[in-house]
């Protein structure tokens, strides 16, 4: 997303050394009124000239940052995302900075970091599930002396999505075979029916034979004629009898992400009518955020 960059505020407050400096440096102005030192008072002033020159530089290290685009990617819970941020200006010297992105009555901090000149990178987890609506990206560093901390708040005002958890505990073959709770229907007898069978060796899924592997649990493909491929489908529940929203919502997102990734399209069916059947991204995206708001 791009937008104008305004005049943002920019905030400095001293880190624990530079409190240990400017309370030396009041020690130091004490001592030398009371005594009459006036070789300690220069000195003293000496330092705070340079202090001062330290928290203007400070300052500067951060006017001259220039937003240009946030790319901000929906995310399953606790799953690493990456956050893509592109500069428009950015000052001269080390690139070293904290980033944080804010919202309302949300905070979210940004790790592993890979800043460069143009653009900068970084892994964050999704807290929770729903839209997340954000309005700043908080960037903050200590550079170049680390005697005073800066801090300034860029207007992103973008949103994204936490996905409900993808679990681990489920694989491809726990609701291969069941219908309207996710099952893929029974293939009838036709034109385009299958009848040569050769053992599984890695094939796509959607080259296996379920049909078969219901009845004897042996892995094989079709071989031979085109064939139609199955369908996965889904009634999202509004009564989940006992069931805790989070564990159902997950377990079926877990299984539209698989069947995204073995090219089963799949048939998400709510309040609002069907979704599908298809089985690319934008797809896949779509019933995700269906669930993460449900």
Not at 128 to 153: A, D, Q
Not at 164 to 182: A, H, T, W
Not at 218 to 231: A, N
Request: aromatic share 12%.
């Amino acid at each position: 997303m791009k937008f104008l960059q305004k005049k943002n505020r920019i905030y400095i407050f001293p880190t624990k050394m530079g409190g240990y400096l400017i309370g030396l440096l009041f020690l130091m102005f004490l001592l030398s009124v009371g005594y009459s030192n006036n070789l300690l008072l220069i000195f003293t002033l000496f330092l705070f000239g340079f202090n001062l020159l330290w928290l203007i530089q400070t300052h500067f290290h951060l006017q001259v940052l220039k937003l240009a685009s946030v790319e901000i990617p929906d995310a399953h819970m606790d799953e690493a995302a990456i956050l893509h941020i592109h500069w428009h200006k950015t000052p001269a010297g080390p690139l070293d900075w904290q980033l944080e992105l804010l919202g309302k009555n949300q905070k979210l901090k940004i790790e592993s970091y890979d800043h460069q000149e143009n653009s900068s990178q970084g892994a964050f987890k999704v807290p929770l599930r729903g839209r997340l609506n954000w309005k700043y990206l908080k960037v903050s560093t200590v550079l170049p002396y680390g005697l005073y901390k800066t801090w300034v708040h860029l207007e992103v005002n973008q949103e994204s999505f936490g996905y409900p958890k993808v679990l681990k505990d489920i694989s491809l073959f726990d609701f291969q075979m069941n219908s309207r709770e996710g099952e893929i229907p029974e293939e009838k007898p036709g034109p385009n029916d299958i009848r040569n069978l050769a053992p599984y060796q890695g094939e796509e899924y959607r080259r296996i034979s379920w049909k078969h592997y219901a009845r004897s649990g042996e892995l094989v493909v079709k071989e031979g004629e085109e064939y139609h491929s199955p369908l996965w489908t889904h009634q999202l529940k509004t009564h989940l009898d006992g069931m805790e929203k989070e564990k159902y919502l997950s377990e079926i997102a877990t299984k539209l992400v698989h069947c995204s990734r073995h090219q089963i399209p799949f048939v998400l069916h709510t309040d609002k009518g069907p979704l599908g059947p298809a089985v690319d991204e934008a797809h896949l995206r779509e019933c995700l955020r269906i669930l993460s708001l449900w």
